[in-house]
């Protein structure tokens, strides 16, 4: 609400009604618009330094943090690096020489690494996060790497452990059992047929009913009676081995049988073309008769093992 203003005049002694020229009112306002236009200015021009300096603060903050959080990274990624280059070496310098595999050479394991380092061209503007990126992506494909070694380690020891377990390794007649052993592989004088002829194995004489063992897994391949090896057992290890265990009292699996090392597969004999009671134990390898005496490793000492060698070389002596 417009309010008059009033003004005293000393000439007329009373309180008159006061007038404003248009002009005093024009200038009044330029001054008040000027003054309002320099207020507005001022505290734009202050806002934007006050909010330059927060942004400006806030950013710096941001820096630090990232800096900080970027350096942890680096840390993580450099251990992880050192881990990885352990496994590397485990997989080429243990695992790979015990089971008798090629290590993997360097280009194998870096092919295609060129092919995978496919950096984005905006990161490329950033030589820093290029680099570490380029890093991660190497590490990414020598772990896929590694894992696929280990993956194929894995089916190897499977398969060596299956080997391990088929291949003879083991005395058809315990120790305990055994009266003598006649090392005798070779050209021999049969005892029986009074001829020289190939003593394809070896003899272990024990007592009648003595327990025979399998002397390592593997499927029977025949059990049955012949004339020169009475009752007989035969038992494929595959990975080309082959036993044969004859003149047995008595056996006690049948063709197609599956067998672990060391189960009871019959008893000692005097069966077939034989001239007393004892195992004839053969080892076969690829269809070719090798020396048995080479496959009792899990029952001798090395000093037993030599003093059997020993002995083999003098003995000339079969029961069959
Ligand atoms: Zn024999």
Redesign the pocket.
Known sequence: MFKQRYTYNPETCHYEPHFVSGKKVRNRLMVLMLFSFLLASGCYYFYLQTGEAIDLVQLKQSNRRLKSQWALLQDEMKQQKTELQKFIAEDDQLYRPILEADSLAKTERLAGVGGTLRIPEEVKAYPIIEHSLANALQMKHELTVEYESFEQLQKLVNTKTKQWASRPAIQPIDNQDLVFLYGTFGMRLNPVLGIYRL?K???FKAKTGTPIYATGDGEVLDAYYSDSYGNVVYINHGFGFETRYAHMVRFIVNKGEKVKRGQVIGYVGNTGTSAGEHL?YEVLYRGQHINPIHFFQRDLSNQEYQKLLELAKNNNT???
Do not use: E, P, V
Request: proline share 0%; charged share 25%.
């Open positions: 003593h194995g070896l003899d004839h079969t029961l069959d």
